[in-house]
């Protein structure tokens, strides 16, 4: 028995480190939940933190009563089905480009320089989208965003 025991020891140590590399590994591929309601999204090879507005709540809020936004920021409205939904400028405080994005998060239209004054106007896209892109008026010409780009987030 006791020419046995170095090699349960042993054995014993080697399995707990290769339990502790494999827990360090899955763990660190799992994302913890955030209560940060702040994304990450690219286009065209320029990163956007977006607030993300994924419930009746927050898309009826938007951006209203909010201030400018920074030009590394944005608002993305994520809908449940494809569909051509209606935004308004109702309590905005600045002008904003629209950016329609699709199932396939490729970009579908674009509603430029959408003006405060313009409400109870509505605007909607001339194809399908399920997501929606809320920045600064005039970002998408300064950053030459175009119908058929690709949007990742």
Do not use: C
């Not at 977006?50 to 994520?78: C, N, Y």
Request: proline share 7%; net charge negative.
């Amino acid at each position: 028995m006791r020419d046995v025991f170095p090699y349960l020891i042993l054995f014993l140590i080697l399995s707990l480190a290769i339990s502790a590399v494999l827990f360090y590994i899955f763990r660190s591929r799992t994302p913890l939940p955030s209560d940060d309601p702040r994304r990450t999204l690219t286009i065209k090879g320029i990163v956007l933190q977006v607030d993300v507005a994924d419930t009746a709540a927050k898309q009826a809020q938007g951006l209203s009563g909010r201030e400018p936004l920074r030009d590394d920021e944005g608002m993305l409205f994520i809908f449940g089905a494809v569909g051509r939904h209606p935004f308004w400028m109702k309590d905005m405080k600045f002008a904003i480009d629209i950016i329609w994005i699709g199932e396939d998060k490729v970009v579908v239209d674009i509603t430029k320089n959408a003006q405060p004054s313009s409400f109870p106007w509505v605007f909607k896209p001339k194809a399908p989208a399920q997501y929606v892109l809320e920045v600064n008026a005039g970002w998408s010409d300064y950053k030459n965003i175009e119908i058929g780009d690709i949007v990742e987030f």
